[in-house]
């Protein structure tokens, strides 16, 4: 078995000519850092084995980051191994730069390049390029798996590395490097480059001061005019520039950008929760009904209204057919996310929000991070890793669980729907950015307190504005549906059924069906209940559905549905039974539920994001995280549920206008104290008690 590394710059299709190779399916993005580790997987050519290694996307062999240093580690210690570099067609003249990486370190290349759009800018003439480089050159489209074949065959030549560019040679002889401290020719590259990770940080001191203070822009500079070079002996532009767009002059201008980024955000949240979505979902309700309610009377004619009968009808087909029946609008929030990232919207976005990210101590990077956070916290907690300040990558994963993943879609809509009716997508829309303010607002203590950051680099590549491709949105589609089932198949059955056995038993171990005595979750509920009674939702089922809640968020929901004993189908139905004080569930009025939605929206995440925190960050911080996460939701929770209450009682305008007084007063007493800080005392003022003005 032969072992290729697959190496590029990000968004230069590696990902997709790796799943094309060896028919995987693994994520694609078109930002830094979707691939944060590597990835191996075999294929074959004409019955030889090769195994592929997918390595994370780098712009040189310098690695800023942990993705980037994951990537640069492996090249170095597979030297001899063939290397993929893969380019984009319209990108050569920056991908290349990695290439001139490659051959300086006397890598064996294959140069890829990848063809990505219809009507590419630059037409390359491939074998001349192949000449002038040294390398073999191959042109591809690896989303339409063309040109693989010939790919394949230049594998399986045995090569040696190719000769390093002829720049290096005279860098090396006219340096002060080599005669002063012996250097081979590599390691002259890499003193030019000020690499301290290459030489381990060992009298790297005296060595930077034998090369040029401006050393590293000599190489960078000798890189690109080399690049250019070979470019205009092998290619010839054909049209525009890339990356630019009209859609820009409105997408990221500096007054139209944010309400643009909210329309887009609103329309997602209204197809998703409501239209399309609310159609979809009672559409599958009606169906899994089809389904149920004959296996339903299977079971009773079997069993009787007993025992085991009360198990399916409770446990298995009521709660977890409850949250089965959202299954579409979690499928149109991962569809619309997959859109927005195909379309090169996912990179303005980034960019639009670098600058307030980097006045909280985090960059551009955190945007992708957080942004997946609204679908999985789990895997968007696994995506910090790219952060190559250590405190900044501590402070994305915290701030994760607080963008409301998919799984609080049941919650929102279910409850929500309850009591706000049509009026709820303003509220959703309310907790999704509530959550990123208070993501912010952490964020911003936590620089100030115990994780200042570091300057970060952040380099930022507007790919083209592209149709979605329906393939690659399937693909992600098919495996976020996949392991929503898995989890409704496994985690949610058992937890559901664990639940149920609770709910059914006491302590003593003795069936509560009709002897009034307090079941094991009840009596959990109850001893929890007065903790949250300031919060307005005391009631024992509710904190229960919390606890259970822990495991998975959708477990909420399906909680509610056993405790209310509400069947698979009837989501509105248990929507309606949450208003009814004689149901186990019930919220007594709408300042309850926005305080018990903003808990659920705050509280701590599922075991999977927490195992992952622990994985990623350490047990350290995942602890302070926890306690910060349940300390916020409380404290916010409190404060939204008095001021909702108080506007339930007095009216908007009168709270609005005590707030305005309360605020008005902080203020003042904010300028007073300012104002006497800036005096000082003379040497008699404590006997005198005189203040005297600065001069």
């Given at each position: 078995m032969r072992?290729?590394l697959?190496?590029?710059n990000?968004?230069?299709?590696?990902t997709?000519?790796?799943?094309s190779l060896?028919?995987?399916?693994?994520?694609v993005?078109?930002?830094?850092?979707?691939t944060v580790e590597?990835k191996?997987?075999?294929?074959?050519?004409?019955g030889?084995?090769?195994?592929?290694?997918?390595?994370?996307?780098?712009?040189?062999l310098?690695?800023?980051s942990?993705?980037?240093?994951v990537a640069?580690?492996?090249?170095f210690?597979?030297r001899d191994?063939k290397?993929?570099?893969i380019c984009d067609?319209n990108n050569l003249?920056?991908n290349l730069?990695?290439?001139l990486c490659?051959?300086?370190r006397g890598?064996?290349?294959v140069?890829v390049?990848n063809?990505?759009?219809?009507?590419?800018?630059f037409?390359?003439?491939?074998?001349?390029l192949g000449k002038?480089l040294g390398v073999d050159?191959?042109l591809?489209?690896?989303e339409?798996?063309i040109?693989?074949?010939k790919?394949?065959?230049?594998?399986?030549?045995?090569g040696?590395g190719?000769?390093?560019?002829k720049?290096?040679r005279?860098l090396?002889?006219?340096?002060?490097?080599t005669?002063s401290?012996g250097?081979?020719?590599y390691?002259?590259?890499?003193a030019?480059?000020?690499d301290?990770?290459f030489?381990?940080?060992?009298?790297?001191k005296e060595?930077f001061?034998?090369?040029p203070?401006d050393?590293v822009?000599?190489?960078s500079?000798?890189?690109?005019q080399f690049?250019e070079?070979?470019?205009?002996q092998?290619s010839?532009?054909?049209h525009?520039?890339?990356?630019r767009s009209?859609?820009d002059k409105?997408v990221?201008n500096k007054?139209l950008?944010f309400?643009?980024?909210l329309?887009v955000?609103a329309?997602?949240?209204y197809?998703?929760?409501?239209?399309?979505?609310a159609?979809l979902?009672?559409?599958l309700?009606?169906l899994?009904?089809?389904?149920t309610?004959?296996l339903?009377?299977?079971?009773?004619?079997a069993?009787?209204?007993?025992f085991?009968?009360?198990?399916?009808?409770v446990?298995?087909?009521?709660?977890?057919g409850?949250?089965?029946?959202f299954?579409?609008?979690?499928?149109l929030l991962f569809f619309?996310l997959?859109?927005?990232?195909?379309?090169g919207?996912?990179?303005?976005?980034a960019?639009i929000?670098?600058d307030?990210?980097?006045?909280?101590g985090l960059?551009?990077k955190?945007v992708?991070?957080?942004l997946?956070?609204f679908?999985?916290?789990t895997?968007?907690?696994m995506t910090s890793?790219n952060?190559?300040d250590?405190?900044a990558?501590i402070?994305?994963?915290i701030?994760c669980p607080?963008m409301?993943?998919?799984?609080?879609?049941?919650?929102y809509?279910?409850?929500?729907g309850?009591?706000?009716?049509?009026n709820?997508?303003?509220?959703?829309i309310?907790l999704y950015l509530l959550?990123?303010?208070v993501a912010?607002s952490?964020s911003k203590i936590?620089?100030?307190?115990a994780?200042?950051?570091?300057?970060?680099?952040?380099?930022?590549?507007?790919p083209p504005y592209r149709m979605m491709s329906?393939?690659?949105?399937?693909?992600v589609?098919w495996?976020n549906v996949?392991e929503?089932?898995?989890k409704?198949?496994?985690?949610m059955?058992?937890?559901n059924?664990?639940?149920?056995?609770m709910?059914?038993?006491?302590?003593?171990f003795?069936?509560?069906?009709?002897?009034?005595e307090a079941?094991m979750?009840?009596?959990?509920?109850k001893?929890l209940?007065p903790?949250?009674t300031?919060?307005?939702?005391?009631n024992w089922?509710?904190?229960?559905?919390?606890?259970a809640?822990?495991?998975a968020?959708?477990?909420v929901v399906?909680?509610i549905?056993m405790?209310n004993?509400?069947d698979?189908s009837?989501?509105?139905?248990l929507?309606?039974?949450l208003v009814?004080?004689?149901s186990?569930?019930?919220?007594a009025?709408?300042?309850?539920v926005l305080?018990?939605l903003?808990?659920?929206?705050l509280?701590t995440?599922?075991?999977?994001s927490i195992?992952?925190?622990?994985q990623?960050?350490g047990?350290?911080?995942?602890?302070v995280?926890i306690i910060?996460?349940?300390?916020?939701?409380?404290?916010?929770s409190?404060?939204?549920y008095?001021?909702a209450?108080a506007?339930e009682i007095?009216?908007?305008?009168?709270?609005?206008?005590i707030?305005?007084a309360?605020?008005?007063?902080?203020?003042?007493?904010?300028l007073?104290?300012r104002?006497?800080?800036?005096?000082?005392?003379c040497g008699n003022?404590?006997s005198?008690?005189?203040?005297?003005k600065?001069?």
């Amino acid at each position: 078995m032969r072992e290729v590394l697959l190496v590029g710059n990000p968004n230069s299709g590696k990902t997709t000519l790796f799943n094309s190779l060896t028919r995987s399916n693994e994520h694609v993005g078109n930002w830094h850092g979707v691939t944060v580790e590597n990835k191996e997987k075999s294929f074959f050519v004409d019955g030889e084995e090769f195994r592929l290694v997918d390595t994370p996307g780098i712009y040189s062999l310098c690695p800023l980051s942990f993705e980037e240093e994951v990537a640069v580690e492996t090249i170095f210690k597979n030297r001899d191994k063939k290397i993929i570099n893969i380019c984009d067609q319209n990108n050569l003249q920056r991908n290349l730069y990695l290439t001139l990486c490659l051959l300086e370190r006397g890598c064996d290349v294959v140069l890829v390049i990848n063809e990505i759009d219809k009507k590419p800018i630059f037409k390359v003439d491939c074998e001349k390029l192949g000449k002038l480089l040294g390398v073999d050159v191959v042109l591809v489209n690896a989303e339409k798996k063309i040109g693989l074949d010939k790919l394949k065959q230049c594998l399986k030549k045995s090569g040696k590395g190719a000769k390093p560019p002829k720049y290096v040679r005279e860098l090396v002889l006219s340096g002060e490097a080599t005669s002063s401290f012996g250097l081979e020719q590599y390691a002259v590259i890499k003193a030019y480059e000020r690499d301290e990770k290459f030489f381990k940080g060992q009298g790297t001191k005296e060595l930077f001061a034998a090369v040029p203070e401006d050393s590293v822009e000599i190489l960078s500079r000798l890189r690109y005019q080399f690049v250019e070079g070979v470019l205009v002996q092998c290619s010839e532009r054909t049209h525009a520039v890339y990356g630019r767009s009209v859609l820009d002059k409105v997408v990221l201008n500096k007054w139209l950008a944010f309400p643009v980024f909210l329309l887009v955000l609103a329309s997602v949240f209204y197809l998703t929760f409501f239209s399309l979505g609310a159609l979809l979902s009672d559409a599958l309700g009606g169906l899994l009904n089809l389904i149920t309610t004959p296996l339903l009377s299977l079971a009773e004619n079997a069993f009787g209204q007993s025992f085991v009968f009360d198990l399916f009808n409770v446990a298995i087909f009521g709660g977890v057919g409850t949250v089965l029946s959202f299954l579409p609008q979690v499928v149109l929030l991962f569809f619309f996310l997959s859109v927005l990232e195909d379309s090169g919207y996912m990179s303005r976005i980034a960019f639009i929000f670098e600058d307030i990210l980097g006045q909280i101590g985090l960059s551009g990077k955190s945007v992708y991070t957080l942004l997946m956070g609204f679908g999985c916290s789990t895997s968007a907690i696994m995506t910090s890793r790219n952060m190559e300040d250590k405190n900044a990558k501590i402070k994305t994963a915290i701030l994760c669980p607080y963008m409301s993943c998919s799984a609080k879609i049941p919650i929102y809509t279910v409850i929500g729907g309850a009591f706000f009716g049509a009026n709820n997508i303003f509220y959703i829309i309310g907790l999704y950015l509530l959550g990123v303010v208070v993501a912010i607002s952490i964020s911003k203590i936590l620089e100030k307190t115990a994780l200042k950051s570091k300057k970060q680099s952040f380099i930022l590549e507007f790919p083209p504005y592209r149709m979605m491709s329906f393939k690659r949105v399937g693909k992600v589609l098919w495996k976020n549906v996949k392991e929503f089932l898995i989890k409704v198949g496994s985690v949610m059955i058992s937890m559901n059924i664990i639940i149920w056995l609770m709910s059914s038993f006491s302590f003593s171990f003795s069936n509560v069906a009709g002897t009034g005595e307090a079941s094991m979750l009840e009596s959990i509920g109850k001893f929890l209940a007065p903790i949250f009674t300031p919060l307005g939702f005391g009631n024992w089922a509710i904190v229960a559905s919390l606890l259970a809640g822990l495991v998975a968020k959708e477990v909420v929901v399906s909680s509610i549905a056993m405790f209310n004993g509400i069947d698979a189908s009837a989501t509105k139905l248990l929507s309606a039974s949450l208003v009814l004080p004689t149901s186990a569930v019930f919220f007594a009025s709408n300042a309850s539920v926005l305080s018990f939605l903003v808990f659920c929206l705050l509280y701590t995440p599922c075991m999977a994001s927490i195992s992952m925190l622990l994985q990623e960050i350490g047990k350290k911080w995942t602890f302070v995280s926890i306690i910060i996460q349940l300390v916020v939701a409380y404290i916010v929770s409190f404060v939204t549920y008095n001021l909702a209450f108080a506007v339930e009682i007095f009216g908007v305008f009168k709270v609005f206008i005590i707030l305005a007084a309360v605020v008005l007063m902080i203020s003042a007493f904010w300028l007073v104290s300012r104002r006497i800080k800036t005096r000082k005392f003379c040497g008699n003022c404590q006997s005198c008690n005189k203040i005297c003005k600065r001069k």
